[in-house]
């Protein structure tokens, strides 16, 4: 099946700092990745979408300029979380759609839980 | 707007059978999902149902009925390990996934 990696699956910095995350299409080639936050006992929250080699689409109320997105590859996407604030401290999870299923189903990274002090 | 409702927890006991329910109301429909996420994990994909009816897959089932936008998804002979939270998604006519806020489900002894 496909594999999707995160990286890395747990950070913690200080308020002010910026942290990247990395997300890989470990055996697939990914046009498209999703970026999603999910705060405890919550449901998944779409953040963006991430189309490679074009600006990534972000979801109503998620500021493009503090979460920067970059998919500069079939099989990599970045999201760097800049100036970070202890109110960012989340799970976060990418995932990739798969293009030539019939389901277009999307798999999931790990996920990485960040926490800002 | 795009609603996706199940219930927030349900409770079953270990070797038994639980069905939870989804009802959706979204803009266009291609294709609902049911993921399996454990506490501190990433979701994991259970089923997708895109035609009206039942696909078993081993232990777990799930069902769709488009004209009446309703989900389920059926968990036969639980086990310990099934305990989780259980979101069920809808892709719209955007193929954006439209997700519910998940049902946590707790098995018993």
């Known amino acids: 099946g496909a594999v999707v990696s995160q990286h890395p699956s747990w950070v913690i910095c200080k308020s002010g700092t910026s942290v990247k995350i990395e997300c890989r299409s470990l055996d697939f080639q990914a046009t498209t990745m999703f970026w999603y936050r999910q705060f405890p006992k919550q449901s998944l929250m779409l953040m963006a979408t991430?189309?490679?080699?074009?600006?990534?689409?972000?979801e109503q109320g998620v500021e493009k300029d503090k979460f920067l997105i970059n998919h500069a590859s079939l099989t990599l996407s970045t999201l760097t979380v800049t100036s970070a604030h202890p109110e960012d401290s989340s799970f976060y999870i990418c995932?990739?759609?798969?293009?030539?299923?019939?389901?277009?189903?999307?798999?999931f990274g790990p996920g990485t839980r960040l926490t800002v002090t | 707007g795009q609603n996706i409702d199940q219930p927030t927890e349900m409770t079953a006991t270990e070797g038994a059978i639980v069905q939870i329910n989804c009802t959706y109301q979204t803009s266009g429909f291609n294709g609902l999902f049911w993921y399996q996420q454990h506490a501190g994990e990433a979701p994991t994909f259970l089923s997708y149902?895109?035609l009206d009816g039942l696909e078993e897959k081993g232990r777990f089932s799930s069902f769709l009925s488009r004209s009446k936008g309703y989900s389920y998804l059926l968990l036969k002979e639980l086990q310990m390990k099934d305990s989780a939270s259980y979101l069920c998604a809808v892709r719209d006519s955007n193929y954006q996934l439209i997700w519910g806020a998940g049902t946590k489900l707790i098995i018993k002894p």
């Open positions: 149902n895109v």
């Open positions: 991430s189309n490679e080699g074009s600006k990534a689409t972000y």
């Open positions: 995932s990739a759609r798969v293009p030539d299923r019939t389901t277009y189903e999307q798999y």
